[in-house]
């Protein structure tokens, strides 16, 4: 199976700060990368879809890039509510893996 | 609107059963894969089986192949997870999420989780 990788598994930052985070991928998967945004409580909530395409209703803080192995999340400005763990997730064959998760908490 | 919401959850014995059920509302049911994601305590999120629109194509997670069965029913606009020979393993949060449209793809809205605790 094609094992997801993020980094960092924490993350300190403060609001208005630039948030990069990283999944690689084991083997190529193409533009087959999603990411999502879980809070605690709630339902997870997907952000991007297909490596870099912005969910509707998703702030355009928000973007995605990469494809193959590498892939990144970037936040331009971090807002008070995105303070969250964010998952990357493959979806070009089964099994549909996560990675580990990213932890973004207040600096 | 589209809404979720999944339900069965409870408290099992090792070895028990129990089926989860998801009743979806505010889009066309019958049109969509089906899916649904579990996270254990202090872990992240599992992928564990998903349902193509008329149900003839199923996939599942190894660790749960031979005691999870889905189906669904159009009709009623819900999908059920059949669980069998629970173990604690099995401990998790249980959402049930929509799929894509025309392949299995991403995971665009997700119930509110269902609670299931295999224990003795």
């Known amino acids: 199976d094609t094992e997801m990788t993020q980094s960092p598994s924490t993350l300190s930052a403060s609001v208005g700060d630039r948030v990069t985070i990283t999944c690689r991928a084991s083997q190529s998967i193409g533009l087959y990368l999603n990411w999502y945004q879980h809070q605690p409580g709630k339902a997870p909530r997907l952000l991007i879809h297909r490596a870099s395409t912005l969910e509707s209703g998703v702030p355009s803080r928000f973007s995605g890039s990469g494809s193959g192995t590498d892939f990144t999340l970037t936040i331009s400005s971090l807002q008070p509510e995105d303070y969250a763990i964010y998952y990357c997730q493959r979806c070009d064959v089964y099994p549909y893996t996560f990675g580990q998760g990213t932890k973004v908490e207040m600096k | 609107e589209v809404q979720l919401v999944d339900s069965g959850g409870g408290l099992v014995q090792p070895g028990g059963s129990l089926r989860l059920s998801c009743a979806a509302s505010g889009f066309s049911f019958g049109s969509y894969w089906m899916s649904w994601v579990r996270q254990a305590p202090g872990k992240g999120l599992e992928w564990v089986a998903n349902i193509q629109q008329d149900g003839s194509r199923k996939h599942y997670v190894d660790s749960v192949k031979g005691r999870f069965s889905l189906s669904r029913d159009n009709a009623k606009n819900s999908v059920y997870l059949q669980m069998n020979n629970l173990t604690a393993a099995d401990t998790a949060v249980y959402y049930c999420?929509?799929?894509?449209?025309?392949?299995?793809?991403?995971?665009?809205?997700w119930g509110p989780g269902t609670q299931v605790t295999v224990s003795s």
């Open positions: 999420v929509r799929d894509g449209r025309y392949s299995s793809t991403w995971f665009d809205f």
